[in-house]
């Protein structure tokens, strides 16, 4: 037998097809599987996931002739760092010894919120990276993930998700970086470089259109047209390829009736040919199975793995359902052809060999004591949660005045888990774990604010359901205090238990049970009010806005957040979040973003206002930068050149200020329906008291491109817009510039963010 593929000296390829050569069509197909292999004594699993994964095969069985995947060997329940380190070398070890070759698994694990291992740092949800507006911090934040999986000889993590928001009924708002696509790439592009620099595969979720299914159920239908995918819920997946993301993930819907798992179109055509992608595309859980039993459009698991093969599908996760025994028939009768065994084997063995994988005298890591959550971890997490609160309004009242009688009232106020996405480890699977304790250090509001406050605590009533409510409780302790912060919001967790998180659509974006309720109890004590919102999607507070002393906003913000939280209350730290995702005005259920065309806004031919209450990147600060004169190095912008644009910044106040210079783009006239204005530039601009600095951007003309009427992306000449501003609706400054010269297309090689530098002024 050749042992040109252990050579480390060839190239990838060459070792590759080396060993491809002497394999047998059933160790082949072994390497495009995946299992997630259940303890039965582990304990519970996600609700629909063991139902999903169905009876399993003796272990002995799966690991015969090889395996592509281990799925989350640490994910599934309370292993300390140590233990799971022991089970997983003792699975590598099992694997390597199972087939001829010694080719160990690749081993994977959630990290939306962190890496989701008992006793690991809970960082903030997703959706707070893109209040922070901080690609830097982000950055900085997927490179600890990635140090410390790979410490746990994990090879790939699953994240970040790119799906771009477009109904904040959904229930994965919260896993996502907001309703800009700009925002989005520009974030998880971040991201991807960090996880990817530690060493680890970064898997962007779910290509594509996901997000935009009808009425924001999970898994429904999407309508959706070409320049929309296009223009909309592409770019942030060219941003984050272009950052070096090696792994995709299939979206699990249909678009106008082709799923995606069984799109050729969408995960070869438009993945591999035109975007250039070279990496491994992983089939997100049971959605090649999917394919027979949700879409209807394979008549069995053997014809649904020939589909997904078909269309660029290299490896199923995280069973053997259709990839196992149904593909192997399948290729025994001719209805799979064994090219395309072959084509998706070459890369998920390039890719297990760009890991040392496939490298002579490779072994699985040792055990060791791992410290997952250490004081540099946390600190980070508090930097990002800090950055990432948003102040809504605020009528004076804020910062609270030290040590004032103050009421804490609402369900979110005294409890860890008003703290934690879906996805963090607790919410996701210590559910299932009654017993278990969070494994990290989290604070409650309570806790956080009585330290620096003369506390009075009560309930109110719970996030959902009213058998526990004792709203009185709450008035009488809201008409004793100076201040009532009342916090509500959302319980994360999965298919329905819980309010906020994947299968927790809502058909209304109202605060969930009697929140409202007990909201109003305490608004009529005449007591000054601040609420803060801990949630996973913006809600409708329309009722109640203006009767607000104040109002504030963490989406999940991690372990560190209670004490973030009360940072901002208490005036230690100057908030300097921004809103990612818009809140809704009154008339909550309408899906609407901030990224409309003239008659998507409000208009005189329809009595539904979609105004939001909070737009798009709002963000108050207890002290603001003052703005200068912004200007543009030219008037006349080439249509394949670009400008330089200049905001100067001045700190006049005697604290810290943090601005986020936000540059957007409106088309005065086109030849395709445009939003009114749309991101195309963001900076976050730190400022000591006294201190002055100047953002330039360096604008190219591409970042002006859409989707044209012929559905080919272009550059028109024409008159824009540059509007300058500290949020969609406070714009600072509107410059008109005339885009001249021919107009043109452009391709995905295309500039898709500004150069941006901050320097003195």
């Not at 970040?160 to 309703?179: A, F, I, K």
């Not at 980070?380 to 609160?389: H, T």
Request: glycine share 10%.
């Amino acid at each position: 037998m050749s042992e040109l593929w252990r050579n480390t000296a060839l190239a990838p390829e060459a070792r590759v097809a080396d060993l491809m050569a002497q394999m047998t069509v059933t160790e082949k197909v072994a390497q495009l599987t995946g299992i997630w292999w259940i303890d039965p004594a582990a304990g519970g699993m996600a609700p629909m996931l063991s139902e999903s994964l169905g009876p399993q095969p003796p272990w002995d069985e799966v690991v015969t002739d090889g395996l592509g995947q281990l799925t989350r060997t640490y994910g599934t329940g309370p292993l300390e760092p140590r233990e799971g380190m022991r089970i997983l070398a003792e699975r590598q070890r099992d694997v390597m010894a199972g087939n001829r070759f010694g080719i160990p698994a690749q081993a994977h694990e959630e990290c939306l919120t962190g890496l989701a291992v008992w006793r690991a740092t809970i960082y903030p949800a997703p959706l707070s990276w893109a209040a922070s507006f901080d690609p830097a911090l982000v950055e900085r934040m997927a490179g600890r993930i990635g140090d410390a999986m790979r410490r746990l000889d994990i090879h790939q993590g699953l994240a970040p998700v790119l799906d771009v928001v477009r109904d904040h009924r959904w229930g994965r708002v919260e896993e996502t970086l907001g309703e800009d696509p700009f925002l989005v790439g520009l974030v998880g592009s971040a991201y991807v470089r960090g996880l990817e620099r530690a060493g680890v595969v970064s898997t962007l979720k779910h290509f594509v259109g996901y997000s935009a299914s009808r009425a924001a159920r999970n898994l429904a239908p999407v309508s959706m047209g070409p320049r929309e995918m296009a223009d909309v819920m592409l770019p942030p997946f060219e941003m984050a390829l272009r950052a070096g993301a090696r792994s995709v993930m299939n979206s699990y819907t249909d678009i106008d009736g082709v799923p995606a798992a069984a799109d050729p179109a969408l995960l070869t055509g438009l993945l591999r040919d035109r975007l250039g992608f070279t990496g491994t595309v992983a089939a997100d859980y049971f959605s090649v199975a999917f394919l027979q039993t949700l879409h209807g459009v394979a008549g069995s698991l053997g014809e649904a793995a020939g589909l997904a093969l078909e269309a660029g599908i290299d490896v199923e996760l995280p069973s053997l359902n259709a990839f196992g025994e149904p593909l192997l028939a399948a290729i025994e009768t001719g209805q799979v052809d064994e090219k395309v065994i072959d084509r998706a084997l070459s890369r998920v063995l390039l890719q297990k060999c760009e890991l040392g994988l496939l490298d002579p005298g490779w072994a699985p890591a040792e055990p060791e004591d791992v410290d997952l959550d250490d004081p540099e971890s946390r600190a980070l997490a508090l930097e990002l949660a800090r950055r990432s609160v948003v102040l809504l309004s605020n009528d004076g009242t804020l910062p609270l005045a030290a040590g004032a009688p103050i009421a804490v009232v609402g369900p979110r106020a005294d409890t860890f888990e008003a703290m934690l996405g879906c996805y963090s480890f607790p919410m996701h699977v210590l559910v299932h774990h009654p017993d278990a304790e969070a494994g990290v250090a989290i604070r409650t509001v309570r806790e956080e604010l009585a330290g620096s406050f003369d506390v009075t605590y009560a309930l109110g009533c719970p996030v959902v359901g009213g058998e526990d409510a004792d709203i009185e409780a709450a008035v009488v302790a809201a008409a004793g205090a100076e201040v009532c912060v009342v916090v509500l919001g959302d319980e994360a967790g999965l298919f329905g238990n819980g309010t906020s998180g994947e299968g927790n659509d809502v058909a209304t974006l109202d605060l969930p049970g009697r929140q409202e309720e007990l909201l109003e109890a305490v608004l009529g004590t005449g007591t000054p009010v601040v609420a803060v919102l801990l949630v996973g999607r913006p809600y409708d507070l329309s009722r109640q806005a203006d009767r607000l002393a104040g109002l504030l906003c963490g989406f999940f913000p991690g372990e560190e957040g209670a004490q973030a939280i009360a940072d901002v209350l208490s005036g230690r730290v100057n908030p300097s979040g921004r809103l990612p995702v818009s809140f809704p005005g009154a008339g909550s259920t309408q899906p609407s973003t901030y990224l409309a065309s003239t008659l998507g806004r409000r208009t005189e031919v329809s009595v539904v206002d979609p105004t939001a209450l909070y737009p798009f990147g709002h963000g108050l600060s207890y002290a603001d930068a003052t703005w200068g004169d912004v200007s543009t190095s030219t008037q006349r912008w080439e249509t394949d050149g670009s400008c330089e644009l200049v905001v100067p910044l001045t700190n006049e106040s005697d604290r810290d200020v943090s601005e986020v210079v936000q540059v957007y783009l409106h088309d005065r006239s086109a030849s395709v329906v445009r939003p009114v204005q749309q991101l195309i530039g963001a900076a976050r601009v730190d400022l000591a008291p006294g201190e002055s600095r100047a953002v330039r951007f360096d604008l190219h003309a591409d970042l002006t491109s859409f989707t044209g009427r012929e559905l080919v992306r272009i550059v028109e000449p024409g008159e824009v817009e540059l509007r300058v501003g500290a949020s969609s609706a406070d714009i600072r400054a509107v410059l008109t510039l005339d885009l001249v010269g021919p107009g043109r297309e452009v391709g995905t090689d295309r500039v898709l963010e500004p150069t941006v530098s901050v320097v003195p002024a």
